[in-house]
Structure formats: structure tokens, C-alpha cells
């Protein structure tokens, strides 16, 4: 259609702003925007922030910096952010960068549109609100186009737990799960065109108390009934808090075929003493008695986690009871992270640990992570794995996709197609991959 325009949309930070970023841009397709990658072609430029990096709302402010050529080139062109730094930052975002036509928080962007004709209008538009109806119901269908392999479905947002370092609760608000048969009709939605591994999205996803018919669900009971539709084969679930770590969830490790042995269980410090500091109300020995029961539950399960090192107040000797855990548990992947501040946060007022210290132990702890992480991939050498094909590799010829264990895998001379599952022999160990045969 002539009258069509572009929707440039970033997003930064978690798998749960790469699912809104979509939800966006199906709101903005019924205001008659449709997508585009290149930014110079854009009639609207959306910015869908985290606040969880460093530094992260001078990052947006500079990224917001590099639009004001593009601007004074299109007068008319409109300028969006949304996400959580636009929930934290709210109307300073226009204050700072007046270029800004809307500013739009994550539990309100099903409104994107009505903001969208008031910016048209010359008007600035700001809602950061928490609105009590369901922004998941307020949004139109997915449209029906197919669909890659893989897709994220968020259940839950929010956090209750209110940890010393995060901005969540007060970004995304407390918890809230969505309705089973509301969950159940996407992923059919999904499955319908193409999807066969589904990853269930919350803040604090095993959490998840969603309403249905006979009352509220857990996470396992959500799981088990996708576990019946027809089609998905794959199942899995982040970010996950160790206190929600129920038995029935546990169990569905061990017994349910299409939970996939991979879990990311946040510890963040292996120190009794910081875990309190950062309210995290469990200790380390609760949570090694967890990786125990959920190992007996899945023998071969991958763990996943997050460290925050120089958190205020850690020590040489608390650093090191962190390492010490790592060593006792050996993941297969974690995400770390230096300590920096968030405001508003109650650890935003502590003293900080010195900068070098922090990055050494950053470096080291790091390194344990690598060494470990190649351990486990080499140990595949020889093993047989599932892999669902996702796309294309580099090379001709080439598949890549992910093994049940989430292990990126690239298969040279590959006859596979994208969606389907194939049993691969796994060959090599690569830094960040691995290699294997069609068997």
C-alpha cells in the first residue's frame, strides 16, 4: 500500500523485550506501519530499552544523540522509547532529548497506536502508567505469516522478590501471570505456523500462578499441558528465582520428554553474608541442596546462571566463597556482571568496592566460567544430540541450530531444513560451539 510506513524498532537487553518488541510491532501494524531494518527508512524509530547494563539510560541518551541529523533531515520522522529505562526515566527522557514525540513504559505499549496519532498531531505523548487491563488482550492477533522454529511466549512479568540490586519491581511492577487459556491459544497460535520450541518468558517465571479453570497453576501444571499440543517439541523456560523452585517443577525435569535438560538458576554470590546484603533470602547451602534435587531429578541437566561481583561490602574471602561454588556446582553457561548502581535500588546508596578490584575478580571469576563452560562442551565430543535446525550457517552447505542442552550446533553438508529435528553425532568442540555429522 502507498500509505504504508516503516517502523525502525532497537531492542536492548532481555528475551522478554525481544517478545514486546514484536507485540510492538504488531500494535503499530494496525496503525498501518510495517517493519523495516534500515533506520534512514523509518517514519518512526522506537527504542526498546533494559535497565539492567551499566549505565544504561546514558546509553539510550547517546543512541538518542545519533537521531538528531536524521530528524532535521525528516521533520516529520517520529521518535519513540519505551521499555524499562522509559518506565525509570519517564518525562527527563523529554526534557533531555526533546526530538522525543512518546515515551511509552513496558505494562502500556498495547497503547502505542492512540500515542502514535497524538504525536501526529504535534503533541508529546508520555504513558508510563501500570493500567489494569490486559495489554495482551488489548493487542490484535499475531498475524498468521509462518513463523521460524523458535519463539518466546511471556507468561509473567514482574517481581515480588525486590532484591537490593534490581530495578524490576520498579520497572515491570509486581508479579502478574497470564491466564492459562490465554498462554494455550498462543502457543497453538505459534505451533499452527511453524514453531516447535516455544520459551516460556517471565521476570520471575516460576513464579507463575496463572488463573484457570479449577484455579490458579503452576508453572509445572502450565508446562505439562503444552507438553500435550500437538507439534511443539521443545519446551523451556528463564528466568527462574531458586525459592520458586517447587517440587512438582522439579519433577517435570525427570519426567516430562519435552523440557528440555537446560535451567537458568540465578545464585548471583556464593557469600551468605552478600546474599543477605542483596535480600536475595536464600543461602548458599539451600541452593546447593537445590542443584542436588533437581540433579537427581535430570542427571544430565546443563545449569545456567548469574554472578555480580563487587557487590558493596564483598570481600577477597567472599569472592571467594563465590568461586568455591562455582567450582562445586560447574555450569555450563553464566552471565556476570561488575556491580554498578542502580538508583533507586536500596544498594544504591552503599559504599562501592573498589573498580579494579572488582574487574579483576570479574576477570577471574570469568575465567572459571570459560574453563568450565569448554569442559562441558568437550565432553560432548563423541555424544549423540537433538538438534532443531534454525537457519543457514556461514558456509554452503552449513545448518546451525541448537541441541536440547541449548549448545549452538553447525552441521557441514547438511540435507536438514529449517524446523526439523535430526539426531546429530557431535565431532568437535569449537569456543562458543560445536560440530557434528547428520546421523
Known amino acids: 500500500m502507498a500509505d504504508t510506513k516503516k517502523l525502525f524498532i532497537k531492542t536492548y537487553g532481555c528475551q522478554m523485550n525481544v517478545y514486546d518488541s514484536e507485540r510492538m510491532a504488531e500494535a503499530m501494524g494496525g496503525a498501518g506501519y510495517e517493519t523495516t531494518d534500515t533506520v534512514d527508512d523509518a517514519d518512526m ?4 530499552t533494559c535497565h539492567i547494563r551499566e549505565k544504561a539510560a546514558e546509553k539510550v541518551y547517546s543512541e538518542l544523540g545519533r537521531f538528531k541529523g536524521l530528524k532535521a533531515e525528516k521533520p516529520d520522522l517520529k521518535i519513540g522509547v519505551a521499555g524499562c529505562v522509559a518506565q525509570a526515566e519517564g518525562e527527563e527522557i523529554m526534557r533531555r532529548q526533546p526530538m522525543v514525540d512518546l515515551v511509552v513504559g513496558p505494562q502500556a505499549y498495547h497503547r502505542l497506536p492512540e500515542m502514535e496519532a497524538k ?9 508510563t502508567d501500570f493500567p489494569e487491563e490486559d495489554k495482551f488482550e488489548k493487542l490484535k492477533r499475531r498475524p498468521r505469516a509462518k513463523r521460524g522454529p523458535t519463539a518466546f511466549l511471556t507468561v509473567q512479568e514482574g517481581c515480588d522478590k525486590f532484591c537490593a540490586f534490581c530495578v524490576v519491581p520498579y520497572t515491570r511492577g509486581a508479579e502478574v501471570s497470564r491466564p492459562v487459556d490465554r498462554i494455550l491459544t498462543e502457543a497453538r497460535d505459534l505451533v499452527e505456523r511453524g514453531v516447535r520450541e516455544i520459551t516460556l518468558l517471565g521476570q520471575n517465571v516460576n513464579a507463575y500462578h496463572g488463573a484457570g479453570a479449577d484455579g490458579d497453576w503452576s508453572l509445572a501444571r502450565l508446562i505439562w499441558e503444552l507438553d500435550k499440543v500437538d507439534g511443539l517439541e521443545r519446551i523451556r523456560f528463564t528466568t527462574s528465582h531458586p525459592n520458586d523452585m517447587m517440587d512438582d517443577l522439579i519433577e517435570a525435569h525427570g519426567t516430562c520428554q519435552k523440557l528440555m535438560p537446560y535451567l537458568h538458576l540465578p545464585v548471583q554470590s556464593g557469600s551468605d553474608k552478600i546474599l543477605k546484603r542483596m535480600n536475595r533470602n536464600h543461602d548458599r547451602d539451600s541452593y546447593l541442596k537445590l542443584i542436588e534435587r533437581i540433579r537427581e531429578a535430570r542427571p544430565d541437566i546443563l545449569l545456567s546462571g548469574d554472578f555480580i561481583v563487587g557487590f558493596p561490602e564483598e570481600t577477597e574471602a567472599d569472592f571467594q566463597d563465590t568461586m568455591d561454588l562455582i567450582e562445586d556446582v560447574k555450569y555450563g553457561q553464566a552471565f556476570s556482571f561488575k556491580y554498578s548502581t542502580r538508583p533507586g535500588t536500596p544498594a544504591a546508596e ?32 563423541g555424544r549423540e544430540v537433538s538438534v532443531l535446525f534454525e537457519r543457514a550457517g556461514r558456509f554452503e552447505g552449513q545448518m546451525m541450530g541448537k541441541s536440547e542442552y541449548l549448545h549452538a550446533v553447525h552441521v557441514a553438508d547438511c540435507k536438514a531444513e529449517i524446523g526439523e529435528l535430526a539426531k546429530v553425532r557431535i565431532v568437535e568442540s569449537r569456543t562458543n560451539s560445536l560440530a557434528g555429522k547428520l546421523i
Open 45 to 48: 524509530i522506537l527504542l526498546n
Open 350 to 381: 552503599r559504599a562501592l568496592v573498589d573498580d579494579a578490584e572488582a574487574t579483576d575478580r570479574l576477570y577471574r571469576l570469568q575465567g572459571l566460567i570459560t574453563q568450565q563452560q569448554r569442559e562441558i562442551q568437550d565432553s560432548m565430543v
Open 119 to 127: 504525536a501526529q498531531a504535534g503533541e508529546k505523548a508520555l504513558d
